[in-house]
């Protein structure tokens, strides 16, 4: 995974479309429960490792739909 240096004291707004596998997944799933704004992830793969961390993540307002995944 790519890592992005940001500097300065502007807000982070924008889209990202890294690749659909559990390695870049699971770490951005993580990532949304680090910010109180809502997150929307797109072709979120349907396997064991994404359906247990959203299982997880529930309480924290995450939930699945089809191959959609939003934060709220």
């Known amino acids: ?11 982070l707004r924008g889209v990202v479309q890294p690749s659909a596998n559990k390695n870049a997944v699971l770490p ?3 990532a949304t429960l ?14 064991t490792d994404v359906q ?4 997880i993540s529930s309480r924290a307002q ?6 959609t995944v939003t934060t709220a």
Not at 52 to 55: P, Q
Not at 62 to 67: F, I, L
């Open 52 to 55: 247990k961390m959203i299982r």
């Open 1 to 11: 995974m790519a890592d992005l240096l940001i500097h300065g004291g502007v807000p």
């Open 62 to 67: 995450v939930h699945r739909r089809d191959a």
């Open 34 to 47: 680090l910010t109180e704004q809502p997150v929307l992830l797109q072709h979120v793969p349907d396997i």
């Open 28 to 30: 951005i799933l993580c």
